[in-house]
Structures are given as structure tokens and as C-alpha cells.
């Protein structure tokens, strides 16, 4: 990783780093443009719509507060507009669940883990997910922000993105990570998510001055703020555009604290604003984190080498039965894993994992020292750990250039990555997952009756053994191929079990069959990322 040092004055900074960042920004400013592109041109054009409102409002409109942005952007060499709108982008995503939920790359889920090490310091992990492999896993960065009016900061980040706004700790003993919550709140008056950390950055050195600082300043959409202090105070704090809901926690001496991507508000039905599978998604990797963490707290050393290896180290759930795969959970360490790291801003170090995504622990594990003053960077080696095996990285890491695959419609690039997935994951449960989208992606590029049959005798031997959101889907496939070939119908509504599932159902009950197998193939979306499938007429 990359190791930056910032002094001074702010503005000329940024410009300082958009000098140096105007290459390799390039890549990731692509990557993250490709998350709101779309195959459908009428999402798209809802998407430049959004956009623009925002971009108008809540930015171009404010440009005094954005002056640091504007010196990165001319560092750059690009327009202020279109720095603008490369860090919108997140937020786009964020508020789309009004829109579209789902049809936008970018519903992944973030972890954080607060606990005491042996010493009582107060230690952050965090887990970043996000859809940018080989972007932003290449040009990740630290850097150490000693700006004027401001404590030193160490923020971990990628090059294209000047803030530190993402995951961060302080020399005054806070740590941050950013998690994003997807709801339908959409405030054009709101501030950028990544400034506002900024400020706050700038005004708040513990738990009360933070929550005013929140409670008098407005976000564009939904985001959570996982922080924890020196005296080991913690804060969840969910930020809605014109309202926050904080929880108020304390770090515990022994035990783990872990957040996904759960509203902090549990009054709030927030299945009602994501995809079909998205909740279940969150529910599973907090299983296993949970698994993981009893395992954890079991144990006698509690330290940040412990912690890190295992949050990036995949629980076991291999495969006891050729086939069966109905009891398998995402971990709360994903394909889509870009980052890991865990922070101890009172002993001033840091731990992450190195090399590219997705981010698990293979004897790659580098530490930060002296955080706030001279960086020094080294690897750490543990012989006597167990790391993940080479065949488990491949065959994870397969999966999301598949994903990559359905995102641009290439049939190749989908078929090579997930047969390739399903030879490496042999012996583990994820080869199921690979196996059913590779089943979708026969449905969406094949036409041939006698393909079409073999299909539904393998969707049918699949059903039983899937995560409940997978096997209904599993079930409405069943039901299409049964359909499209005209063979005895055998699919029972009363066996889906999730409302929004139930209603694709009776919806493409009055699409023509004729027009069937076209139809519903052009509405599919794959997320192999989170474990669903969106279909266009739902969202």
C-alpha cells in the first residue's frame, strides 16, 4: 500500500494529490461511473436525472464549501462538474432504493468490529465492500492527514479519492468507518456524505460534540457512521437527510461489537426499500460473524492479530454432502470484500490485509506504526496460522468477475469465470452459488429446447438446497422452463415464500408465452455479489 503525508494548508493539498493521482484516478473514476450504468436506457436516463438534481443542489450550489475539491479537480486536470459527480456517485447509489432497488451496482454491506485488546485499548475492525475489484483494490492508499485546523488523521482510501472519509482514526482517539444504508431518502438540500465527515472531522473530539455537530447538519441520503473514542465510547449513528437516529454504545472489556448494514432504527421496515434478497444478505453474514466471534471471545489472546484474521479468515462451511448447500450463510468476509483493516488509534497502529481482492487472510497481512507521525509499514508472518487456501481465493475471486460478466452482458466472460468458480470451490459450500448462476446464465443466453430441458431437470434437482430468497427464485425458474417447453406444470405459488416473489410470479403469468422466454430473459439481473436476482418489472 501506498503511504501519503499531507501538511498544511488544505487546498493546496488536494492540489498536490490530484497532481499525483491523475492517472490512476482515471481507472477508478471509470470503475465507479460503471456503477450507475444500466442495460436499460429509460433507468439510465432516471439515473441523469437524479443525478443533475443532486449535482445543482446540493454542490454546485454550495461550491464555497467545496474548495479543497475544486484544488483536487484542477490538480486533476478535469472539471470541477465532474469531480463533483464522481463523488455523488455513492450517494446516487445510496438513494436509488427510491427508484430503482437493486438494478444499481453498489447494495453491498460493510462490517465494523470494536473491541479492547489486552491492553484495554479500544480497537476498530473494518470490512469494505464495494463492487470496484481491480480499481480500487490497486490503487489502495493510506494517507496521514496533518492539515491546518485539523488533528492528524490516518484515513485508508484509493487513489481518486481525495477525503478521508471513508475509513479513518484520529490522534484524538476516534475511529470511523462508513457504512452505506439503503433506504428511499432523498434530500436534495443535504451535503456530500464525504464532506461532512470532513467538517465534522474538523468540530467534534468526542461522543457528545459529535451528535451536535450531526443533529445540525443534513445528509443527501441514508449512511451510518460506526465510530468508537479513546475512553471507549461508541457510536452507531444512522444519518437520513433531515434526521439521524444514534445509538449510544460503550466498547466492553471482553466481547466484540459488530454492525453490518442493518438500519440502527429497527422501527423502520427497511425490506420494504431493498432487493428481494438484500435483507436475508445482512441476516446471514451477521450469523456468521456472531459464529465467529463466540469462537473469538473463547479465546485467551485479544489482539488486533487476532481480530483481523478472523474477520477476513471464511467460517467453515464446507460441503458434508455431494449437493446440498440449503444450509449454507454468507460470511461477513465477501467476494466483494475490498478492504481490511483494523485500527488502534491510542497505540497509533494499524493492521490490514494486503494484495487484491477479495481481501482474506493468506499470510498477507502488513502492519502500519506510528501512525501519526512517521509511517512505517512492514509485513507481519505467522507461520503457525491457518490461512485461506489458494483454490478458495481463486474460486471467490471468480465469482465477482462473473458478476463483472452478467453486468456487461458477455456470455464468455460469464460461463469461463463460473465454471471456473465451480472447479476451485469443489469442496466448498459457495459451489453451490456458483453453480445456480450458472444455471441463470444458461437461461439468458441459451434458446435450444433440448438445452432448455437439461435446464429445468437442473434447477429442479437444485430446489430444496438453496438460502430461502435463492431457492425461490431456483422455484420461479422451475416454473418459467416449464412454461416455455410446455410440459406438466409442477410450480405451486404457496411454495414461494417471499411476497415480492410471489408477485413476479403472477405478473409474468400474463406475459404471452410466445414472448415468454425472451421477455423475462431481458429483464434479469443477476447479483451474485448479494445473493439475488433483481427482475426489472419489480423495481
Not at 443533529?215 to 441514508?222: A, D, V
Not at 490490514?352 to 506510528?370: E, V
Amino acid at each position: 500500500m501506498d503511504l501519503l503525508t499531507l501538511i498544511g494548508d488544505a487546498e493546496e493539498n488536494f492540489y498536490q494529490l490530484g497532481l499525483l493521482d491523475r492517472e490512476r484516478a482515471k481507472e477508478v473514476h471509470r470503475d465507479v461511473k460503471l456503477m450507475l450504468r444500466t442495460r436499460w436506457k429509460p433507468v439510465n436516463q432516471a439515473i441523469e436525472e437524479v443525478a443533475k438534481i443532486v449535482l445543482k443542489n446540493s454542490i454546485l450550489k454550495k461550491t464555497d464549501q467545496y474548495r479543497h475539491l475544486k484544488s483536487y479537480s484542477e490538480g486533476l486536470g478535469i472539471k470541477f462538474e465532474e469531480a463533483v459527480y464522481v463523488m455523488l456517485i455513492p450517494e446516487i447509489v445510496s438513494c436509488m432504493s427510491k427508484w430503482a432497488p437493486g438494478l444499481i451496482k453498489g447494495n453491498l454491506g460493510c462490517s465494523s468490529f470494536f473491541m479492547r485488546n489486552e491492553q484495554s485499548e479500544v480497537v476498530h475492525g473494518r470490512i469494505l465492500d464495494f463492487p470496484l475489484q481491480g480499481s480500487y483494490d490497486t490503487y489502495e492508499r493510506a494517507i496521514l492527514y496533518d492539515l491546518k485546523g485539523m488533528p492528524k488523521m490516518l484515513s485508508f482510501g484509493a487513489s481518486g479519492i481525495p477525503y478521508p472519509s471513508i475509513t479513518l482514526m484520529t490522534e484524538d482517539g476516534i475511529t470511523l468507518s462508513l457504512h452505506q444504508k439503503f433506504t428511499n431518502v432523498f434530500n436534495k438540500d443535504g451535503s456530500s456524505i464525504f464532506e461532512l465527515i470532513f467538517d465534522l472531522i474538523k468540530n467534534a473530539n468526542d461522543r457528545k460534540s459529535t451528535l451536535e455537530y450531526l443533529r445540525s447538519h443534513e445528509s443527501i441520503t441514508t449512511w451510518c457512521l460506526y465510530m468508537s473514542f479513546k475512553n471507549g465510547d461508541a457510536l452507531a449513528v444512522d444519518l437520513m437527510g433531515k434526521e439521524i437516529y444514534a445509538n449510544e454504545l460503550t466498547v466492553p472489556d471482553d466481547g466484540v461489537l459488530y454492525f453490518c448494514n442493518h438500519l440502527e432504527n429497527k422501527a423502520i421496515k427497511q425490506e420494504d426499500m431493498l432487493p428481494t434478497g438484500f435483507h436475508q444478505y445482512n441476516l446471514m453474514r451477521e450469523e456468521i460473524a456472531q459464529k465467529k466471534i463466540n469462537h473469538f471471545v473463547k479465546n485467551k489472546q485479544k489482539s488486533e492479530l487476532e481480530l483481523i484474521r478472523m474477520m477476513a479468515t471464511p467460517y467453515n462451511q464446507k460441503i458434508k454432502k455431494t449437493g446440498h448447500y440449503e444450509n449454507y450463510l454468507m460470511d461477513n468476509i465477501t467476494p466483494s470484500s475490498l478492504t481490511v483493516m483494523t485500527m488502534n488509534p491510542t497505540s497509533g497502529t494499524a493492521l490490514y490485509i494486503d494484495g487484491p481482492a477479495p481481501k482474506l487472510y493468506r499470510d498477507n497481512l502488513i502492519s502500519i506504526t506510528d501512525c501519526f507521525n512517521n509511517l512505517l509499514q512492514k509485513e507481519v508472518k505467522n507461520k503457525k496460522h491457518k490461512v485461506v487456501s489458494e483454490d478458495y481465493y481463486q474460486g471467490t475471486a471468480s465469482l465477482m468477475k462473473a458478476q463483472k460478466g452478467f453486468d456487461l452482458n458477455d456470455a464468455q466472460i460469464v460461463y469461463h469465470n463460473l465454471q471456473f468458480a465451480i472447479d476451485h470451490l469443489e469442496h466448498y459450500a459457495e459451489k453451490g452459488v456458483a453453480e445456480f448462476y450458472f444455471l441463470i446464465a444458461q437461461y439468458m443466453f441459451e434458446t435450444h429446447p433440448k438445452v432448455l430441458m437439461t435446464l429445468l431437470h437442473d434447477f429442479k434437482k437444485m430446489e430444496g438446497h438453496l438460502p430461502q430468497t435463492l431457492n425461490d427464485h431456483c422455484l420461479l425458474f422451475i416454473g418459467r422452463l416449464e412454461r416455455i417447453l410446455k410440459v406438466a406444470k409442477t410450480l405451486e405459488e404457496d411454495k414461494i415464500i417471499h411476497p415480492k416473489l410471489r408477485a413476479v410470479y403472477n405478473f409474468e403469468l400474463k406475459i404471452p408465452r410466445l414472448i415468454f422466454h425472451p421477455t423475462t430473459k431481458g429483464m434479469i439481473v443477476p447479483r451474485l455479489d448479494i445473493l439475488d436476482v433483481i427482475y426489472l418489472y419489480t423495481s
